[in-house]
């Protein structure tokens, strides 16, 4: 085993394991400040803001130090291996590394959308000189709006760190970003006409240490000591992105990847990073309806429950295996088990149905070739998911512990023409329609039907109950990705004016007492389901914890058409 010593102290490294002065650092909380570096991108020691001393301790006890300081990213560890981070020597050439970027860089932390995070502005804190020697103007640059649909450029706050130019040629491979010129006047651009909207384009704003790259979307919105932040799980796709939901007085402002090595690593596709906006929308369900003739009248929560409950108590007595509950894709595990709990303690006849699952096209994986090509299988960085709903591999099992069969959508809308049901309680969540105009004529055959959604739509019109849900930043609970990573999701802002989570809707019509408490559900979960019996350990941590796939039910270890994407 290597050891290693940083500012005196050990590290011992693992057999084979390979780190870099900064991360050897990092191991025992020291900071070694740095812009180029990034763990997921290649070396190129062109910020020189890490620089520290290093030496070598021979087997006698002695130290010999190496006379120069020298950029730690690029230094790997070994044993024996002496890093000295807080000296003098050290200190002073950060200082002079701060000192040199300032030169020209402006100070419009004001108005810069990186305040509050500039690695830029910590640094001159922690590491700079606190005053300025520099006396002539500086070298201003014109700013470019035109490095992506949704990314901007200040090219005078740049660093020059090439992040972004090495995400989109490592990442991405879409490779739109370059440097320009040399020296002084080098610069961030595009190349001509090929403006950097690849569908990771987004995370080269995270990667930006300084406020040079910023998002369109979220400029000058909210500053970010405004912003509270909730460990969440992008919706988007299967993928299941660990993400930060990042709000202010109940608005959502921005989503941003949390690096998680079992997820997807450290970034997220644009389509998740702004696929959060119907999450604010102004004609958001927000009331709880029924029909009074041909039209919906508002009714209290406190009024609707109790008739609710007396009329879904004589339909599926009456209706019994012709009373149908829609459990959507986009619905949490323990959401998903309440209501499977309800339903089949009013009558086990009662029929579940797995809502729609929205497949787009073929899963898409980076780094792109050349071409546009896929890269080959051993190459994969990243993938967005055909498949667009975060949790089919955690509501299909809860169906299966219920119901034999398994009813699928199409199915289900089939059998409604036939006359096979007759009433039907569904559960929406989809980020946008989610029903055609053909399966709204199909179910309004129906004698009765209740949804539980969280936008109005062409099925919310015709329906005897409306109930207003929660959006996934607006309840807790776990979501199982494609590869049966169960993350928990956290509750980042309340629902619109009367809305509900679902777990709480449901737990109301059970008429358990207390508030929904997800861990608790879980833990009742996995006693109840084998499948799930991972959840049972108690908090899910921040990266999640793999379920068993020893433990997958039939129909999750086949490819079928239900798990499609698998």
Known sequence: ???????????????????????????IGVEIPHYCWHPDLTVVASCRMCLVEVGERKPDGTVSMQPRVVPGCQTPVKDGSVVVTDSKKAKDAQAGTLEYLLLNHPLDCPVCDQAGECDLQDYSYKYGRGYSRFKDDKLQKADKDHIGENITLYTDRCVMCTRCVRFTREISGTSELQVINRGAAAEIDIFPDQPCN??????????????????????????VWFLQESNSVCPGCSTGCSINVSQNKNIVYRLTPRTNPDAQGSFMCDEGRFGFKYINAAQRLSAPLTKAGDRHVHVTWDALMPRLRRELKETVSRLGNQFAVVLSPFMTVEEAYLAAVYFQGLSAEVKFVLGPVPIHGSDDKYPKGPHGEAPAADKVKFTIRAEKCPNLRGVVPVIDHFQDDLIEWNDFIDAVNGGQFKAAYAVGGYPSAWVTSEEVSALSKLEFLAVQDVLPSA????????????????????????????????????????????????????????????????AELAKSIPYFEALGRGDLGAFGVFLSKGKTTNRMASSGSAVAGS
């Open 1 to 27: 085993m290597a050891t290693v010593w940083v500012n005196g102290q050990e590290i011992k490294l693992q057999d084979g394991e390979k780190l870099n002065a900064i991360e050897a650092a990092q191991r």
């Open 459 to 522: 099925l919310t019109a015709i329906a005897k109950y409306v109930l207003p849900g929660g959006s996934f930043a607006e309840k807790e609970g776990t979501f199982v990705n494609h590869n049966l990573l169960a993350q928990e999701i956290k509750r980042a802002i309340n629902g619109p004016g009367e809305a509900r989570a679902d777990g709480r809707i449901f737990l109301e019509l059970l008429e358990r007492r207390g508030l929904f408490h997800a861990p608790t559900i879980r």
């Open 198 to 223: 690849n569908k990771l384009a987004g995370n080269v704003v995270d990667l930006c240490p300084v406020g040079a790259l910023c998002s369109k979307d979220f400029l000058y919105k909210q500053r």
